[in-house]
């Protein structure tokens, strides 16, 4: 069983995504990520076929006489895989059975070279997932090599003995193949499995239509669906179906994988109504550094000094009432934010008064990168904070004068959340052990496109 996982997971490489959904992510999978498992693949292939032979029955004065007889090795100097337009992939390997016949009184071990083909189609699972069968299988068997031509096997028993292995190979290799391809619809699971985003949250990716098969690649009409409190995250509007260019990201990469711009909306909205990008903003009060105080807004807004002549804590609560909005333009990502800054003083009794409140307008950059299989980003400010008055306790109030004060006390506590959310960063589409290696990250007019190498980690 463990050489069907480990080959299922590698040839799971072959059945990711493509497509547009709503939101609609695009995977695609090349002829390089083919090489790929052709290569790693060997290794569990050849214990797939390593079967059981049973006791070749031998003639004798006696009547028939059992010979055991056991494969001791299976080696596949050959496995090529390739894609089969508008159906799947084409298995086409070269095997060699290393047999021993333990013939009395003297063994006899020969080679048996196999040819194997098989095709394997690619469809739509009923619950979303991709389905892998093989349709034809078939099987060329060459002339068997003795390894002592000075055996005392007549050449006729050699014969029969020869029809014996090839009609159990014949009988039991297909069948191997196919249950190792078998075994890998169950792994395929973890490709539209939950995978999580934050502590309530979760990623679910599902096939909406069957697998586009070209000569060079395999895709799958993806969608990703984010889930808060197990509840999904649907977009105020109808989303646009996304479709990928035919020649985008790195040509020869393994995988490309497209993001519409609806994934970002989604994550965003996700993130505002979990309340994630909500915080508070406080400093210590006995700290020479502390900006965050009475005094220090006494000096701008003399109402809070008449308020409290002593110094006192300052906290800037700071909500996203509305969802952030994400653009994405070639060679430039950006986000803008919205929130609502409320400024409290706390009271001596541990109460808070608040001061007054803010809108404040923040645009920023947005640089995203793959780790692994998850997608993350980094923020930085792009020009200044706008800041408009919503309501005063402290009566009139000059923007200009705070705005260097609440610029410089907001702008690195909110860098340093927002760029902690974005590391946790959302899974892309993959299977269980399978990492996106030395990925490139490309930003086009309203779609992202990631191109990138696979590893799989046994």
């Known amino acids: 069983m463990a050489q069907v996982c480990r080959l299922g997971l590698l040839l799971v490489l072959l059945l990711p995504a493509v497509g547009a959904s709503m939101p609609g992510v695009v995977v695609r999978l090349n002829k390089a990520a083919l090489s790929y498992v052709s290569k790693a693949g060997k290794a569990p292939l050849q214990q797939a076929l390593q079967v059981t032979v049973p006791y070749f029955l031998e003639r004798s004065e006696e009547g028939l006489q059992p010979t055991r007889v056991q494969i001791l090795d299976v080696q596949v100097p050959h496995l090529h895989l390739n894609f089969i337009e508008g159906f799947g992939i084409r298995l086409l390997a070269a095997a060699n059975f290393t047999v021993k016949v333990f013939r009395v009184p003297e063994p006899l071990e020969l080679i048996l070279p196999v040819g194997l083909l098989a095709d394997a189609h690619v469809a739509q699972g009923s619950i979303g997932t991709p389905v892998v069968s093989i349709s034809a299988c078939l099987l060329l068997f060459n002339k068997a090599i003795v390894f002592d031509d000075t055996h005392s096997m007549p050449p006729a028993l050699l014969v029969l003995l020869q029809q014996h292995i090839r009609a159990v190979l014949r009988n039991k290799l ?174 001596s009794n541990s109460n808070f008064h608040s001061l007054f409140s803010i809108n404040v307008t923040v645009n920023l950059s947005l640089h995203l990168f793959v780790s692994k299989a998850r997608l993350q980003g980094i923020t930085s400010v792009l020009g200044g904070i706008q800041l408009i ?59 992202v496109v990631i191109s990138s190498e696979l590893s799989y980690q046994h």
């Open 174 to 347: 297909c069948l191997s193949i196919s249950n190792l391809v078998q075994g890998l619809n169950v792994h395929l699971g973890t490709l539209i499995g939950l995978k999580p985003v934050g502590p309530e949250s979760q990623i679910r990716y599902f096939m909406i239509n069957a697998p586009n098969i070209t000569k060079n690649h395999i895709s799958l009409d993806i969608n990703a669906v984010l889930f808060l409190l197990g509840k999904p995250i649907l977009l105020p509007v109808n989303a646009t179906p996304f479709t990928l260019p035919e020649h985008v990201g790195t040509s020869g990469a393994m995988a490309t994988v497209g993001l519409s711009q609806d994934v970002f909306d989604s994550a965003l909205l996700l993130m505002q109504k979990a309340g994630t990008l909500n915080l508070d903003i406080t400093g210590q009060l006995m700290s020479k550094d502390n900006l965050l105080n009475t005094s220090m807004l006494g000096q701008l807004i003399p109402e809070v000094v008449r308020q409290f002549p002593e110094p006192m804590p300052v906290v800037l609560k700071v909500r996203l009432g509305g969802t952030p909005v994400v653009m994405i333009h070639t060679n430039n990502a950006t986000l803008r934010l919205q929130p609502f800054v409320e400024v409290l003083a706390v009271t």
């Open 389 to 447: 008055v919503d309501s005063s306790n402290v009566g009139s109030i000059e923007i200009d004068k705070v705005h260097t004060l609440i610029d410089t006390v907001f702008e690195k506590p909110l860098l340093d959340h927002l760029n902690a959310l974005l590391g946790i960063g959302v899974a892309l589409p993959n299977v269980v052990n399978l990492n996106y290696v030395t990925p490139e990250v490309f930003v086009r007019e309203g779609y």
